[in-house]
């Protein structure tokens, strides 16, 4: 079985609706996909009702940004209520947070690149959650850069003097409002040095993991080998399972669709632990 749980739709970050990104994982051979846009369950309802067609089956989840002490780390959430008033509300905070440093960022940018919101605004359509993709979208349709990779290498970098922070969670506090949502949290890339200068430490891995966090994504292309080793060695220190997965962004993102892969097995532990079941053909 064939499962990619960590992908994006034109929701959030990706550039395929979800429709289309169901039928890029039937032709990507995938088995079960899973849907975690930033901060929304939006993408949900239309992905499901692809399934029948695709043949493809739907994990659904959400992509929670979280900080712990000023680093950033992503959390992945599965099959949790999308109702839930206090995920919900996490995510609406979230939301509003990203939209006003998009705005501060745009605003920044604009001294030294041909950008303005409305250029911005055009790259987000049937965007529910706005990110700094979309800022990178609006700087390369503006022939400033070639691709959203030289971006965020350059002007969107966290080191940048460009760049501003969103609010976010608390990483042990989100694993406990998935868990209270009926859902099942997994860390997404947590070795991904190469994002930021610092990593979370390991302590922190503990609490999340007395907090209901179920995995460590360790298979994915922002580890190296010497990374994947380290999220390995932590998640079996602490009794977590190990996760793989694409983070597939569609065109946005050079990440191919079943790169990496989550183990039945995990799978079917996050099924019996989760609030909702899979959409299945």
């Given amino acids: 079985m064939r499962i990619d749980p960590h992908t994006h739709s034109a929701c959030s970050d990706g550039t395929d609706t979800p429709a289309q990104l169901m039928a890029a994982a039937a032709v990507a051979g995938l088995d079960v996909i899973g849907l975690t846009d930033h901060d929304t369950t939006a993408g949900w309802d239309e992905a499901a009702a692809a399934v029948a067609g695709t043949g493809v089956a739907l994990l659904r989840g959400t992509e929670i940004s979280c900080s712990s002490n000023g680093v950033t780390l992503h959390l992945l959430a599965y099959l949790h209520r999308p109702d839930d008033p206090g995920l919900t509300a996490a995510f609406e905070r979230a939301r509003a947070s990203r939209e006003t440093r998009a705005r501060q960022m745009v ?27 979309h800022i990178a979208d609006a700087l390369v349709a503006a022939g400033c850069f070639p691709d959203r990779s030289a971006v965020f290498a350059g002007p969107l970098a966290t080191a940048s003097p460009y760049y501003v922070r969103h609010w976010a969670l608390d990483p042990v506090k989100a694993c406990a409002l998935v868990r209270a949502a009926g859902g099942v949290p997994v860390a997404a890339h947590p070795r991904a040095g190469r994002r ?33 080793q380290e999220a390995r ?11 793989g997965a694409s983070d597939y962004h569609g065109g946005g993102k050079p990440n191919a669709l079943g790169e990496n892969l989550m183990a039945p097995a995990l799978l ?6 989760g609030a909702l079941g899979l959409v299945e053909p």
């Fill in 107 to 133: 605003e920044r940018l604009s001294a030294d690149y041909p950008i303005s919101w409305t250029d911005l605004v055009e790259q987000t359509r049937g965007t529910v959650t706005i990110g700094r993709p």
């Fill in 268 to 273: 079917e532990r996050i099924v019996s632990e």
């Fill in 233 to 243: 060695s932590l998640a079996r220190r602490l009794g977590l399972g190990e996760s």
């Fill in 196 to 228: 930021q200068r610092r990593l979370v430490p390991d302590e922190v891995f503990a609490q999340m993991a007395d907090a209901g966090l179920a995995a460590l994504e360790v298979d994915h292309r922002d580890h190296d080998e010497a990374q994947r």
